[in-house]
């Protein structure tokens, strides 16, 4: 969490590193000594993300590896804003979320991952429905949507990646069909559903006891 959320800010905007995050010293925790100058640090800078140096200059490999790569920094030049907060009805529903960039003809969206294959990148996003994401910013800025995607362990692979059609369009189609659902429960006041439950549920001998 805390490195994505480092590699976000030095690719996006470095300026604001040190607003944000701030590097305790090397401390040894296991002592008591140790716990007590680290509570202190994280004392002083209870207004800022605390990483320890290992952790910051692993943020660093990843986004000089990355900004290497001429495809990434011109994605990343692109963008004339980044963390831009919007607001969207969408479905009849207020929605409201943050882009990592925003271009005149693209929104920018960053990923870590410890598995840059594509292959890999492809399923992972797909089971941790970031195609909903991806769907739902396209309905609430009718840009198209660009991954820039961070490989978090060796080799350390960045690459551009768009979103095709087939993929936001059932991004869309996903959020549609959970708006549906949602207005749904609204109106019968009934939010305990789930698992197609529709009121009542028999229980009965599971399918492998018949096969």
Known sequence: ???????????????????????????????????????????????????????FQHARRLVDSAMCNKNVEQIVKGCHDFEVEWSADIEDLPFRGFFDGVASDYILEVKTTSDGHPKKVMSEFLTRKYHMQAGLYHMASSKPVIYLIVETSEPYLSYVAPADDRYLKLGCDDIGDLCTKFKKCLKSGDFSGGYDYDGEILITLPWSVDN
């Open 1 to 55: 969490m805390k490195l994505g959320s480092m590699v976000h800010c030095m690719l996006l905007q470095p300026e604001l590193f040190n607003d944000q995050f701030a590097v305790a010293p090397e401390i040894n925790k296991r002592t008591n000594a140790g716990k007590e100058e680290w509570a202190a640090f994280c004392s002083q800078h209870s207004d800022k993300i605390v990483v320890q140096e290992d952790d």
